[in-house]
């Protein structure tokens, strides 16, 4: 497609309608994401010197998108490396403890590492991957995840920067999902009752 073709208003082109009626309520639109990941890089940068090349550790999947926007609005060298652990089956509460299933490419040591997530519920992922990653002998370690969800804390876990707080309820989009889907809406929301049921 050439950039003359895009003549269609952006309003247009957001997500559809279908994946909107799923949800029971919008919690967070697109655009509180955006303001928000914007000062939650400006804090992260703040607590690094100006020269420090962060290293970013990304969750994946659920923290894709807020990593890509996140790093993208960091002013600095930056490397990215992501770990994959898996929890939740195609359930809205975790069945068996976190599983790292994919590993790290890049060496931590004396690297000044910042891990990535999408939300903190039990604390159970989050802390596993601390663990880990402190195994590697980094220079620091420090944490930054879009949501958390108090009410259902199992570790004790501080985590350095949070984006939101939000209730005890399931919530997908923004990289969040239910059976692997709605990581692609644009807003967060949580996902109608009868919508956690059929695959
Ligand atoms: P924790 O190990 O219980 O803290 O859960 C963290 C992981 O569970 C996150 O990385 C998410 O992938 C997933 N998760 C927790 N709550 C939700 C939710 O409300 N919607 C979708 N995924 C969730
Ligand atoms: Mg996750």
Redesign the pocket.
């Known amino acids: 497609m050439t950039i003359q073709a895009i003549t269609q208003p952006t309003a247009q082109l957001s997500n559809s309608q279908l994946m909107l009626a799923d949800l029971e309520k919008v919690l967070i639109t697109e655009e509180q994401i955006e303001e928000r990941v914007k000062e939650l890089a400006k804090e992260i940068s703040n607590l690094y010197d100006p020269d420090e090349e962060i290293t970013v550790i990304s969750?994946i999947?659920?923290?894709i998108l807020f990593t890509a926007d996140l790093v993208r609005n960091l002013p600095g060298q930056v490397r990215i490396d992501c770990i994959r652990?898996s929890?939740?089956e195609d359930e809205?509460s975790?069945v068996n403890g976190?599983k790292i299933s994919s590993t790290l490419t890049l060496d931590l040591a004396n690297r000044h590492v910042l891990l990535v997530?999408?939300?903190?519920?039990?604390?159970?992922?989050?802390?596993?991957v601390y663990q880990y990653v402190l195994d590697m002998d980094p220079a620091s370690i420090r944490t930054a995840?879009l949501?958390e969800?108090k009410a259902?804390?199992?570790?004790a876990f501080e985590i350095d920067l949070v984006g939101f707080q939000?209730p005890d309820?399931?919530?997908?989009g923004y990289?969040?999902?239910?059976a692997q889907r709605y990581r692609n809406l644009r807003c967060i929301g949580v996902?109608k009752t009868e919508q956690q049921q059929g695959n």
């Open positions: 969750i999947n659920g923290a652990v929890s939740y809205t975790p976190p997530d999408d939300i903190i519920d039990t604390g159970n992922t989050i802390s596993k995840v949501l969800k259902r804390r199992k570790v939000i309820e399931f919530v997908v990289g969040l999902d239910y996902l």
